[in-house]
């Protein structure tokens, strides 16, 4: 069966790096397009960043910059590495895969920021 | 970017009731690239409808999505008790966006 593992949350500093991981298995991985979505806590879901199956990317206006996302077809894995994070980024981090709507979601990871 | 504005913040119903969400996007949203996703506290969102009108699978019939260009509503006729969530509706056009959410909340 499809399953999506989020991994890589914690707790770092403002300015500080994060690279978050999401394990794919259950389907044929490069098939798919993959992507990120948070939410921040008593806010609501917010997109992040998709790729393709080719590694063509595209981020939100507030991750542009600062957030890549990449992906090992290999390995059946989705990654975001996260740098100069601010403390308004602290949220849960879902990875999902995209079939014309995120069908599937890891359980997510959460990543807070805070000095 | 498409902002979505979904309306009411709040539903307040009954098991039984029917819903009605709107979610209005600033932009045409083309080729009618809108999904709604359920979403309960401590569990990663569900997707319900994609392409606006098309169901995701294992969703009930009592679901059903509509709309195009800027208005799309979601429609849950008879409430059931695990119906009772936030909904979130969401473009995939150029750069993908969410609406703020609609909860749907037991009277």
């Known amino acids: 069966q499809v399953q999506l593992v989020d991994s890589g949350g914690g707790l770092v500093k403002p300015g500080g790096s994060l690279r978050l991981s999401c394990a794919a298995s259950?389907?044929?991985?490069?098939?798919?397009?993959m992507g990120w979505v948070r939410q921040a806590p008593g806010k609501g879901l917010e997109w992040v960043s998709y790729?393709?199956?080719?590694?063509?990317?595209i981020y939100s206006a507030d991750s542009e910059g600062r957030f890549t996302i990449s992906r090992d077809n290999a390995e059946n894995s989705l990654y975001l590495q996260m740098n100069s994070l601010r403390p308004e980024d602290t949220a849960v981090y879902y990875c999902?895969?995209?079939?014309?709507?995120?069908?599937?979601w890891g359980q997510g990871t959460l990543v807070t920021v805070s000095s | 970017e498409i902002v979505l504005t979904q309306s009411p913040g709040t539903l307040s119903l009954s098991p039984g009731e029917r819903a009605t969400l709107s979610c209005r996007a600033s932009q045409t949203v083309n080729n009618n690239y809108l999904a709604w996703y359920q979403k309960k506290p401590g569990q990663a969102p569900r997707l319900v409808i994609f392409?606006?009108?098309s169901r995701a699978t294992g969703i009930p019939d009592r679901f059903s999505g509509g709309g195009s260009g800027t208005d799309f509503t979601l429609t849950i006729n008879r409430l059931e008790p695990e119906d009772f969530a936030v909904y979130y509706c969401?473009?995939?056009?150029?750069?993908?966006?969410f609406g703020q959410g609609t909860e749907v909340e037991i009277k």
């Open positions: 969401q473009q995939y056009g150029p750069r993908w966006t």
């Open positions: 392409g606006a009108s």
């Open positions: 999902g895969r995209w079939n014309g709507g995120y069908d599937y």
């Open positions: 790729i393709g199956q080719s590694g063509n990317a």
């Open positions: 259950g389907f044929s991985f490069s098939d798919y397009y």
